[in-house]
Structure formats: structure tokens, C-alpha cells
């Protein structure tokens, strides 16, 4: 960085902003721990309620992120992203956002300039093949299939049988391959037109793994292990990925929107990892009406209704869901 | 109107069926506001006003005025899609985005930015970005008027409640004026400047001139001192190989930025003058969309992205190339050298923008004509500093309140051409 650029920022970093309060302050915070995820509930001075999800945190980690941000306004939820990270990032972002809409009485993806779709395309996770006719019963069309090297052909021809037309497959390599490995995956797949390969191998060095993309046409997903929006800006950069997969329990709406601001640029979708609970997935639902580039979310059976492949976006306030304490799930 | 729409939806449905070759393209002018009845708000658009306003008769670049008027009563929004020297193609371009917004939903405002850029077919150049950013920012007015909020707590700010960082431009004729005006900024609080360099240059310089810009810009930081960051605007006025030099030569007068060392169009020239020197390189405000900042970014040739929300699209484009700048760590200064709406709204984005750095405006210290004329229309003094900061509004919206009779006195006088330079030998120049 030039000189005088860098004097200049660390002169502004080590000055204190003031900041604002007022009725929409945050003056209480609450953790829960599940076996699955956290929940976190912020509420204001004039006495809204937010609530928030990511993936389990120790009480600690909840009680030092709400002790960075108590006493600021809920709407400043760009701000407070800043001051945060980890996953209690994620959870308090969505907080922010619930109290925010509830505050301008808007759903959160009016709140942040959409809706942009009129209901979001749905996935779900088909971890035993058995369970396909039950699931496609439940509304879903599109499912997300675990595989390994020497099956995934097998097992997306027998899936494309057995389902009919209209139903599509994201083949999930779980990032257990090598790059060399996904390239022969991909190729034997390559024709049989999955809706993408997601997480082929680990993101350890892109330049091997875009052997993948440079030898194949199969779409590729990554993301779920990224935490910044910096690392999506590399993917895009490197060229290896055609489907953002941001983990909801890692990384917050507001993030997410940022790379998929990105992403909006490379033309390449974002398509949100969700294995949480029913407000992680309405955030999902939230974010995908708030962004142009929105492909399918993944919503774990009971979180949403779908409906011939689509869930309903939530038209309340805020989240847009009733949550009843405790009853995390 | 709706009844028109209606049939066009309908229309639009039994021509589905048969299309080999991607032939039957069905208008579907119907679906923006009727997919969305369940999703969306009950505000509906019931009228796009555009107003050409020139301060002077003869002014080179009238503001361009866009107004979105809606069916709950009294809720309306401004915008802004001033383009200097072309203002009768924005006000044409806005008329022709009227099919697009009529009888829908203002809050979906990402919806009808995508629309209007990506339904324009040709993308968006600077006339169509500039209609667009009135659009957009209108709808942001309406948005936050609707949600009574500011419209920087919609976009997560404000980063500093004091208000967001200014500069003036520094407007010397010569050294004499200097001393007034670095007094005046210690009185203000003013903290930061720009200035330009003067004359033109040819695509190769002469040792005269190069040490004559050389020491113009070391006059500025002389007069102002070291207790000010100062910008210079090159307004791609020089070809890289000037302006590689120059920006070399003023290395140790530690300025906040060289601004526009070269034209626009070709990123990897001014990659090249980037690289030869440790001088911040600030450019942006003549492109349109995130899209077309992109290589910059990615590239790492620009320090300080300067997009202007009249032009790049608005709020929604100016917040993503925010965005885009702050996954690579970039700063945003936006430019904003038209009038006081789009001045308005770019506070906004700065207040909800973690990199931003410093915001423009074309004035001086001294409160000029113009400003008198933006006080009167808003009833305050807009884009006027206080302690080197622009004030936050407090109003919903974009926060302030405009009546079209403001504009009575300041008839459109018709697009006039901005200047035209010539080189020594009748070539055109830049300026």
C-alpha cells in the first residue's frame, strides 16, 4: 500500500468513532447451544426482539462479540459486520437484520432492496437414495447427493432414472478428492448434465484444482468452508467456481450479499449452504429475494414449505417466522 | 393502464408454446407487478417526472431531476441523473424507463435496477447509467420515506454519526490566493483539497511543461502545507507515458492521490503508470455499473475508487462497487461534481460504507452561486461541511424535502456541448 495511504488509514484506525444511540440500541443479548447450531437474541431499548442462527458457539464466543456491540443501533448492521467475525458474526447479522425490518415494518428482503424473485428454489439433502420418492412427495426437485469417485456416475444415472424428468442433482464430493481425482469425477458426469459438482476437493491450492475447470465443463460449486468475502473474490478471480456455496452458519446475510455483489460481475450464481435450523433458513429465504443472482438454497426438510421445488418467501416483518423459545429446530 | 398490462400478461403466457430457435420472444411487460403482488409492498408507481434545470441559460450542464410520484399520498422521491453536456439524452433515456416502473412496486428496487441494465440489452453506457441512477436513487427516496428511516441506516450505517469526511476543491488562480484559503480551512475544519494541473499536454511533453506541472502541484502542497491530504486531478489530460512521470516526480509531496492519470478506456495503460510509482492512483467516475470497475479491482491498479452516483448506476451500483473495493481493499472517494441531490445521496452510501475514504464536492471554501441556490431549494445549506465532515440528514429518505416550483426560475436552456480544447496544431485535446 502507498505510503501516505497507509499513515493516513492507521492515523483514522487509532481514533475512537463515536457512535449513536437511541430506542433502537441493543441493550440485551441471549445465547442458546443446541447439538446443531446456536441461536442468539438481541433485544432494543424500545424492546424489539431479533433473533439470529449459526453454527454451535461457546457461551464465551457469544458474550465477546455482544460485549463489542452493546449500546449500538440495530439498523448500523454494516458496521457492526466490521466488528465481528467468526460465526457469532453470522448469527448477530441476522438478529440485526430481524430487528431492522422490524423497525421500517418491512420483511428483510424489502428492507435490502428486493424482492428480486417471488419464492426461492429449493434443494434438500438426499443422503439415502430411499428417501427420494418421500422428499419429491415433500415439494423438492432439486437434491444434493453425496458421492464418491468410483460411484458418482452410477449413482446419478440410477437418481435420474428413478426420479423422473424435472428433478435435478448437485453431486456433493464433500472436499474428500483430490483435484485429480474430482477431474475424472467431472468427466464422467460431464454428460449426464448435473445441475454442478459442489465441493470436489479441498480449496487448498487453486491453481491444481483449476485443473478441474481448465479439463471439464461440469459446473463446480465452492464455498461452504470459506469464510470471507475475500476468498469468494479469489475463486472468481481464479475462474474455478460457477456456484457460490457461502455456509449460512459461517458466514452472514450481509456478507454474503457482498460476494455475491461480486459474483454479480463474474455472471456466476450464489446458491447459500444451509444444514441449519428454521431461521437460518428463513434468512436463506431472505437473502435470496434480496439478491439478483440467487440460484437454490438448501432447505433441510421442516425448515420451510416447498412447494413444487420452490419455498415461499416470509411476508412479516423482520425474519417473517414465529419462534417459540427452546423449540430449536 | 392496468388493464393494458393485464392482457399483456396474459398474451404473454399463451405464447409459450412453441419456439424451436429462441424466435417466439413474448413481451412480458405485465409480470413485474403482478408476480409480485404477494411478495411485495402496497405502494404502487404512478408517475416518472424529469426535469432539465440549468442555473444559467447558457449552462453547459444542466442538472437532470427525476421525481417518482406514487400511489400513497404525498410519497414521492428525488434522484439525480445530471450528465454534463448531455442532459437531453438523460431526460430522453428517463422517458423511456417509464414503461419499466409505472404500476409497480418502488420498494423492489434491485429489481427494477437489474431490469432496466439488463433489459436495456445494450448494457449501459453513461446515458443510460445516468437515467438509471435518477431512477435509482428516487426509489431509494421512496423507500426510506416509506420505511422512515435515513436511507444510510438501510444500507447498515452510519460509520461515523459526526458525519462523513469532505474536500473541497482549492480553486487559486495563483500562489497569492493560497495563504486566504489554507487560513479559511484551519477556520472550517477542512482536511483535505484537490486541485488539477493546469493547461493541456501532448502525448509526449516538453521538459518545460513537465517541470512547470511539477511545480504547481509543489506550490498547492507548499501554500497548504503537510496538515492536509491533497488530491490531483490529471482529469486524463496526459498520456501515460506524462503521466508516469509526472506522478514519479511528485512522489515526495506525499499527496492523497493522482487522479485520472489517463483516460479511462484501457486498464492495463494505467496499470502500467500505477506500477512506476508509490503515488495512490484515485480514478472511477466515468464508469458505469460494478462490471465495469471490475478489472480495476481485480488488477490492483486503482487505490481509490471514485465511481459518482450520478453516472455508475445510482445507489444500488455505487454501493457494489463499494463492495467490490472492499474485498480487495480498496478505498471509494466518490466523485460528485453535479447537483444537490445526487450530493445527497452519495453521503448516504459514504455513511454505510466500511472503506470509504473522502467524499467530493465541486465547491470552494467560499460558498459560491451554486450553493446559494441549493440552500434555497432545500431550505438548508446542502453539501456545505461543518468541521471537514458533510452532516448525516435526520429525515426519512434521502432527507430533505424539494417542491418542482423550486425550478421555475432556472429553465432548461437545452443540452450545450461542454468545452472543446484544441492543441497548438488544431489537434483535439483533453481536458
Not at chain 1, 139 to 144: H, I, K, N, S, T
Not at chain 1, 309 to 314: I, Q, R, S, V
Amino acid at each position: 500500500m502507498p505510503t501516505a495511504l497507509l499513515a493516513r488509514r492507521l492515523r483514522l484506525a487509532s481514533q475512537p468513532v463515536p457512535f449513536a444511540t437511541g430506542p433502537n440500541s441493543i441493550t440485551e443479548g441471549r445465547h442458546w447451544r443446541t447439538p446443531r447450531f446456536s441461536v442468539v437474541r438481541l433485544r432494543t431499548q424500545s424492546g424489539l426482539v431479533g433473533y439470529g442462527e449459526c453454527a454451535p458457539i461457546d457461551q464465551g464466543a457469544f458474550d465477546a462479540g455482544f460485549a463489542l456491540i452493546k449500546g449500538r443501533e440495530a439498523t448500523s448492521f454494516e458496521v457492526i459486520r466490521t466488528i465481528l467475525s467468526g460465526p457469532v458474526e453470522a448469527a448477530i447479522n441476522t438478529a440485526l437484520l430481524d430487528i431492522s425490518g422490524k423497525i421500517a415494518k418491512v420483511p428483510i428482503y424489502q428492507l435490502l432492496g428486493g424482492p428480486t424473485r417471488n419464492k426461492a428454489r429449493a434443494m434438500a439433502t438426499l443422503d439415502d437414495p430411499k428417501q427420494l420418492a418421500a422428499l419429491q412427495k415433500q415439494g423438492y426437485r432439486a437434491f444434493r447427493v453425496p458421492i464418491n469417485q468410483a460411484n458418482a456416475a452410477a449413482r446419478l444415472k440410477e437418481l435420474q432414472q428413478a426420479a423422473g424428468d424435472g428433478i435435478d442433482f448437485v453431486l456433493d464430493g464433500g472436499a474428500k478428492l483430490t483435484p485429480g481425482q474430482a477431474s475424472t469425477v467431472a468427466a464422467a458426469i460431464e454428460r449426464l448434465h448435473p445441475l454442478w459438482f459442489d465441493e470436489p476437493c479441498p480449496l487448498a491450492n487453486i491453481r491444481a484444482v483449476s485443473k478441474i475447470t481448465d479439463e471439464n465443463v461440469t459446473p463446480l460449486g465452492f464455498g461452504r468452508s470459506c469464510t470471507k468475502t475475500l476468498e469468494f473474490q479469489e475463486l472468481l478471480r481464479e475462474q474455478v467456481v460457477d456456484v457460490l456455496r457461502p455456509d449460512l452458519a459461517t458466514m452472514s446475510v450481509c456478507s454474503i450479499r457482498r460476494a455475491a455483489a461480486i459474483a454479480e460481475t463474474y455472471y456466476t450464481a450464489v446458491a447459500p449452504f444451509n444444514t441449519g435450523g428454521r431461521i437460518a433458513t428463513a434468512a436463506g429465504l431472505h437473502l435470496a429475494a434480496a439478491i439478483p443472482n440467487f440460484y437454490v438454497l438448501d432447505i433441510p426438510p421442516g425448515t420451510a414449505t416447498v412447494k413444487d421445488g420452490f419455498a415461499a418467501l416470509p411476508t412479516a416483518p423482520g425474519l417473517g417466522i414465529e419462534i417459540k423459545e427452546g423449540d430449536w429446530a | 393502464m392496468e388493464r393494458r398490462f393485464f392482457l399483456g400478461a396474459a398474451g404473454a403466457a399463451s405464447a409459450k408454446a412453441a419456439d424451436l430457435c429462441g424466435c417466439a420472444l413474448a413481451p412480458q411487460a405485465a409480470l413485474g407487478a403482478e408476480a409480485f403482488a404477494s411478495v411485495g409492498s402496497r405502494i404502487k408507481i404512478t408517475n416518472v417526472k424529469v426535469f432539465g434545470v440549468s442555473l444559467t441559460p447558457d449552462s453547459d450542464r444542466p442538472y437532470v431531476f427525476v421525481k417518482i410520484e406514487t400511489n400513497q399520498d404525498g410519497l414521492h422521491g428525488w434522484g439525480e441523473g445530471t450528465l454534463e453536456g448531455k442532459a437531453a439524452a438523460v431526460i430522453a433515456c428517463v422517458q423511456d424507463f417509464k414503461d419499466f416502473l409505472i404500476g409497480s412496486d418502488p420498494m423492489q428496487v434491485e429489481h427494477h435496477w437489474q431490469s432496466m441494465y439488463v433489459h436495456s440489452f445494450y448494457r449501459a453506457g453513461p446515458v443510460i447509467g445516468s437515467a438509471i441512477s435518477g431512477i435509482d436513487q428516487a426509489l431509494w427516496d421512496i423507500r426510506g420515506k416509506a420505511m422512515n428511516l435515513p436511507v444510510y441506516k438501510l444500507l447498515g450505517g452510519p460509520n461515523d454519526p459526526r458525519g462523513v469526511r469532505g474536500y473541497y476543491h482549492i480553486r487559486a488562480r495563483s500562489k497569492a490566493d493560497l495563504p486566504r484559503i489554507r487560513e479559511e480551512a484551519e477556520r472550517q475544519g477542512i482536511t483535505c483539497f484537490k486541485g488539477g494541473i493546469p493547461g493541456y499536454y501532448e502525448w509526449i511533453e516538453t521538459n518545460a511543461k513537465i517541470r512547470s506541472a511539477v511545480q504547481s502541484i509543489a506550490d498547492l502542497r507548499e501554500g497548504l502545507g503537510y496538515g492536509v491530504d491533497i488530491g490531483i486531478d490529471f482529469h486524463a489530460k496526459t498520456s501515460p507515458a506524462v503521466a508516469s512521470i509526472l506522478v514519479k516526480e511528485v512522489e515526495p509531496l506525499k499527496l492523497l492521490f493522482v487522479e485520472e492519470p489517463c483516460p479511462p478506456e484501457n486498464v492495463k495503460a494505467m496499470q502500467r503508470i500505477a506500477r512506476r510509482s508509490t503515488t495512490p492512483i484515485a480514478t472511477g467516475e466515468r464508469l458505469v455499473a460494478a462490471y465495469n470497475c471490475r478489472e480495476l479491482i481485480e488488477m490492483g491498479v486503482v487505490d481509490i475508487i471514485q465511481t459518482d452516483i450520478n453516472h455508475v448506476g445510482g445507489i444500488t451500483a455505487l454501493w457494489k462497487t463499494g463492495a467490490l473495493a472492499e474485498a480487495s481493499g480498496i478505498s471509494m472517494a466518490p466523485h460528485a461534481c453535479e447537483g444537490p441531490i445526487g450530493g445527497m445521496a452519495t453521503i448516504h452510501v459514504d455513511a454505510a460504507t466500511p472503506n470509504f475514504l473522502v467524499q467530493e464536492i465541486c465547491s470552494g471554501v467560499d460558498v459560491g452561486p451554486q450553493e446559494k441556490v441549493w440552500h434555497e431549494w432545500l431550505g438548508f445549506p446542502a453539501m456545505r461541511m461543518v468541521n471537514g465532515r458533510f452532516p448525516l440528514p435526520e429525515k426519512p429518505g434521502l432527507g430533505f424535502e424539494l417542491k418542482e416550483e423550486a425550478f421555475k426560475k432556472y429553465p432548461f436552456g437545452g443540452t450545450r456541448p461542454m468545452a472543446r480544447v484544441f492543441h497548438e496544431d488544431g489537434s483535439v485535446a483533453e481536458w
